[in-house]
Protein backbone atom coordinates (compact mmCIF):
# COMPACT_ATOMS: atom_id res chain seq x y z
CA UNK A 1 0.00 0.00 0.00
CA UNK A 2 1.20 3.27 -0.70
CA UNK A 3 1.98 5.29 2.42
CA UNK A 4 2.07 8.81 2.94
CA UNK A 5 3.41 10.06 6.10
CA UNK A 6 3.32 13.71 7.71
CA UNK A 7 5.66 14.33 10.10
CA UNK A 8 3.09 15.65 12.99
CA UNK A 9 -0.53 15.20 13.65
CA UNK A 10 -0.92 18.42 15.78
CA UNK A 11 0.94 21.38 16.03
CA UNK A 12 1.06 24.31 18.05
CA UNK A 13 3.32 27.39 16.77
CA UNK A 14 3.70 31.16 17.61
CA UNK A 15 2.57 33.94 15.22
CA UNK A 16 5.53 34.41 13.36
CA UNK A 17 7.51 31.52 13.37
CA UNK A 18 8.93 29.82 10.77
CA UNK A 19 7.25 26.75 10.37
CA UNK A 20 7.99 23.62 8.26
CA UNK A 21 5.36 20.94 7.49
CA UNK A 22 7.30 17.62 6.50
CA UNK A 23 5.88 15.23 3.90
CA UNK A 24 7.42 11.66 2.63
CA UNK A 25 5.68 9.23 0.48
CA UNK A 26 7.37 5.36 -0.03
CA UNK A 27 5.58 4.50 -3.37
CA UNK A 28 8.50 6.00 -5.78
CA UNK A 29 5.85 9.03 -6.87
CA UNK A 30 6.49 11.84 -9.22
CA UNK A 31 3.52 14.28 -8.08
CA UNK A 32 3.05 15.30 -4.42
CA UNK A 33 0.77 17.93 -3.72
CA UNK A 34 -0.27 20.41 -0.28
CA UNK A 35 -3.75 20.99 0.58
CA UNK A 36 -5.03 22.91 3.45
CA UNK A 37 -8.89 22.32 4.93
CA UNK A 38 -11.14 24.66 6.51
CA UNK A 39 -14.84 24.39 7.39
CA UNK A 40 -17.17 25.61 4.62
CA UNK A 41 -14.43 26.05 2.24
CA UNK A 42 -13.31 22.29 1.80
CA UNK A 43 -9.65 21.21 0.29
CA UNK A 44 -7.89 24.29 -1.23
CA UNK A 45 -4.49 23.70 -3.19
CA UNK A 46 -1.38 25.66 -2.20
CA UNK A 47 1.49 23.86 -4.05
CA UNK A 48 1.94 21.01 -5.90
CA UNK A 49 5.06 19.68 -7.71
CA UNK A 50 5.52 17.11 -10.76
CA UNK A 51 8.88 16.08 -10.15
CA UNK A 52 12.46 16.91 -7.75
CA UNK A 53 13.50 20.61 -7.83
CA UNK A 54 10.15 21.39 -9.32
CA UNK A 55 7.05 23.50 -7.82
CA UNK A 56 3.79 25.14 -8.77
CA UNK A 57 1.85 27.38 -7.19
CA UNK A 58 -2.01 26.73 -6.36
CA UNK A 59 -4.56 28.88 -5.93
CA UNK A 60 -3.87 29.94 -2.87
CA UNK A 61 0.37 30.13 -2.29
CA UNK A 62 1.01 33.58 -0.38
CA UNK A 63 2.90 33.32 2.76
CA UNK A 64 3.69 29.72 1.92
CA UNK A 65 6.52 28.35 0.11
CA UNK A 66 7.85 24.44 -0.87
CA UNK A 67 11.10 22.73 -0.87
CA UNK A 68 11.37 19.00 -3.06
CA UNK A 69 14.81 18.61 -2.56
CA UNK A 70 13.81 14.46 -2.94
CA UNK A 71 11.95 13.20 -4.47
CA UNK A 72 10.08 11.11 -2.07
CA UNK A 73 9.78 14.09 0.50
CA UNK A 74 7.80 17.60 -0.27
CA UNK A 75 7.72 20.35 2.80
CA UNK A 76 5.37 23.21 3.39
CA UNK A 77 7.21 26.19 4.81
CA UNK A 78 5.26 29.11 6.37
CA UNK A 79 7.97 32.11 6.04
CA UNK A 80 6.23 33.83 9.27
CA UNK A 81 3.23 31.71 10.46
CA UNK A 82 0.15 34.02 10.79
CA UNK A 83 -3.25 33.13 12.74
CA UNK A 84 -4.87 32.57 9.50
CA UNK A 85 -2.99 30.26 9.01
CA UNK A 86 -4.49 27.97 11.87
CA UNK A 87 -5.99 24.90 9.70
CA UNK A 88 -5.62 21.42 8.88
CA UNK A 89 -2.74 20.67 6.19
CA UNK A 90 -3.27 17.57 3.97
CA UNK A 91 -0.64 16.55 1.79
CA UNK A 92 -1.04 14.00 -1.15
CA UNK A 93 0.77 12.38 -3.95
CA UNK A 94 -0.53 10.50 -7.17
CA UNK A 95 2.21 8.74 -10.04
CA UNK A 96 2.20 11.13 -12.94
CA UNK A 97 -0.05 10.45 -15.93
CA UNK A 98 -3.69 9.14 -15.89
CA UNK A 99 -3.87 8.21 -11.83
CA UNK A 100 -4.40 4.96 -10.83
CA UNK A 101 -8.11 4.39 -9.65
CA UNK A 102 -8.19 6.11 -6.48
CA UNK A 103 -6.93 9.67 -7.33
CA UNK A 104 -4.66 10.46 -4.84
CA UNK A 105 -3.18 8.52 -1.88
CA UNK A 106 -3.61 11.65 1.31
CA UNK A 107 -1.82 11.74 4.49
CA UNK A 108 -3.25 12.08 7.90
CA UNK A 109 -2.81 15.27 8.29
CA UNK A 110 -1.42 18.15 10.12
CA UNK A 111 -3.63 20.51 12.10
CA UNK A 112 -1.67 23.34 12.61
CA UNK A 113 -2.55 26.32 15.56
CA UNK A 114 -1.24 29.61 15.10
CA UNK A 115 -1.42 31.58 18.64
CA UNK B 1 -10.79 27.48 -13.67
CA UNK B 2 -12.31 24.46 -12.36
CA UNK B 3 -15.00 24.81 -10.12
CA UNK B 4 -17.00 22.23 -7.93
CA UNK B 5 -19.91 22.84 -5.94
CA UNK B 6 -21.42 20.53 -3.71
CA UNK B 7 -24.76 20.21 -1.89
CA UNK B 8 -26.44 20.03 0.64
CA UNK B 9 -23.34 21.25 2.53
CA UNK B 10 -24.61 19.26 5.59
CA UNK B 11 -27.24 16.33 6.74
CA UNK B 12 -28.68 14.88 9.09
CA UNK B 13 -30.63 11.48 8.90
CA UNK B 14 -32.04 8.40 11.25
CA UNK B 15 -30.12 4.89 10.56
CA UNK B 16 -31.66 3.23 8.17
CA UNK B 17 -32.36 5.80 5.93
CA UNK B 18 -31.29 7.05 2.39
CA UNK B 19 -29.25 9.82 1.08
CA UNK B 20 -28.46 11.68 -1.87
CA UNK B 21 -25.51 13.66 -2.33
CA UNK B 22 -24.64 15.94 -5.05
CA UNK B 23 -21.75 17.26 -6.92
CA UNK B 24 -21.76 19.78 -10.11
CA UNK B 25 -18.58 21.17 -11.59
CA UNK B 26 -17.53 23.06 -14.35
CA UNK B 27 -14.51 22.11 -15.86
CA UNK B 28 -12.25 23.26 -19.30
CA UNK B 29 -10.53 19.94 -20.06
CA UNK B 30 -12.55 16.53 -18.10
CA UNK B 31 -10.23 14.00 -16.45
CA UNK B 32 -12.58 12.06 -14.18
CA UNK B 33 -14.37 13.04 -11.01
CA UNK B 34 -14.13 11.30 -8.11
CA UNK B 35 -15.70 10.54 -4.62
CA UNK B 36 -14.19 10.41 -1.22
CA UNK B 37 -14.83 10.02 2.47
CA UNK B 38 -13.29 11.62 5.30
CA UNK B 39 -13.68 10.61 8.97
CA UNK B 40 -11.22 12.02 10.90
CA UNK B 41 -8.24 11.50 9.70
CA UNK B 42 -7.04 11.38 5.27
CA UNK B 43 -9.63 11.10 3.09
CA UNK B 44 -10.20 7.61 1.63
CA UNK B 45 -11.13 7.20 -2.01
CA UNK B 46 -14.86 5.56 -2.80
CA UNK B 47 -14.97 5.94 -6.35
CA UNK B 48 -13.77 7.62 -9.67
CA UNK B 49 -15.81 8.05 -12.32
CA UNK B 50 -14.79 9.00 -16.08
CA UNK B 51 -18.43 7.99 -18.32
CA UNK B 52 -21.67 9.12 -18.55
CA UNK B 53 -24.60 6.58 -16.99
CA UNK B 54 -22.12 3.73 -15.92
CA UNK B 55 -23.45 3.32 -12.00
CA UNK B 56 -20.38 2.56 -10.05
CA UNK B 57 -21.45 0.25 -6.80
CA UNK B 58 -19.61 -0.59 -3.81
CA UNK B 59 -22.01 -2.43 -1.04
CA UNK B 60 -24.90 0.41 0.03
CA UNK B 61 -22.74 3.03 -1.78
CA UNK B 62 -23.13 4.04 -5.28
CA UNK B 63 -22.59 6.83 -7.70
CA UNK B 64 -23.12 8.25 -11.36
CA UNK B 65 -21.92 10.61 -13.63
CA UNK B 66 -23.49 12.93 -15.96
CA UNK B 67 -21.33 14.46 -18.51
CA UNK B 68 -24.05 16.21 -20.51
CA UNK B 69 -25.53 18.13 -17.55
CA UNK B 70 -22.15 18.01 -15.37
CA UNK B 71 -23.15 16.42 -12.58
CA UNK B 72 -22.33 13.62 -10.08
CA UNK B 73 -24.08 11.78 -7.07
CA UNK B 74 -23.72 9.55 -4.36
CA UNK B 75 -26.08 7.26 -3.12
CA UNK B 76 -25.98 5.78 0.19
CA UNK B 77 -29.11 3.38 1.09
CA UNK B 78 -29.37 1.86 4.73
CA UNK B 79 -27.10 4.48 6.19
CA UNK B 80 -25.77 3.41 9.21
CA UNK B 81 -23.55 5.36 11.90
CA UNK B 82 -20.14 4.49 10.76
CA UNK B 83 -21.84 6.19 7.36
CA UNK B 84 -21.02 9.59 9.45
CA UNK B 85 -18.28 11.67 8.11
CA UNK B 86 -17.67 14.53 5.13
CA UNK B 87 -18.09 13.03 1.71
CA UNK B 88 -15.70 14.89 -0.93
CA UNK B 89 -16.35 15.15 -4.32
CA UNK B 90 -12.93 16.37 -6.51
CA UNK B 91 -12.81 16.73 -10.06
CA UNK B 92 -9.57 16.05 -11.80
CA UNK B 93 -8.71 18.01 -14.99
CA UNK B 94 -6.01 17.88 -17.50
CA UNK B 95 -3.29 19.38 -15.35
CA UNK B 96 -3.09 16.26 -13.02
CA UNK B 97 -4.66 18.59 -10.00
CA UNK B 98 -7.43 17.99 -7.96
CA UNK B 99 -10.06 20.34 -7.14
CA UNK B 100 -12.52 19.75 -4.10
CA UNK B 101 -15.90 20.89 -3.35
CA UNK B 102 -16.57 21.80 -0.20
CA UNK B 103 -17.74 18.75 1.12
CA UNK B 104 -21.04 17.22 2.70
CA UNK B 105 -21.20 16.42 6.41
CA UNK B 106 -23.32 13.72 6.87
CA UNK B 107 -24.32 12.72 10.34
CA UNK B 108 -26.14 9.79 10.95
CA UNK B 109 -28.55 9.62 14.31
CA UNK B 110 -28.94 6.02 16.00
Known amino acids: DVKVTQSSRYLVKRTGEKVFLECVQDMDHENMFWYRQDPGLGLRLIYF???????EKGDIPEGYSVSREKKERFSLILESASTNQTSMYLC??????????????FGSGTRLTVV | EDKVVQSPLSLVVHEGDTVTLNCSYEVTNFRSLLWYKQEKKAPTFLFMLTSSGIEKKSGRLSSILDKKELFSILNITATQTGDSAIYLCALLGGNEKLTFGTGTRLTIIP
Open chain 1, 49 to 55: SYDVKMK
Open chain 1, 92 to 105: ASSPPGRPLNYGYT
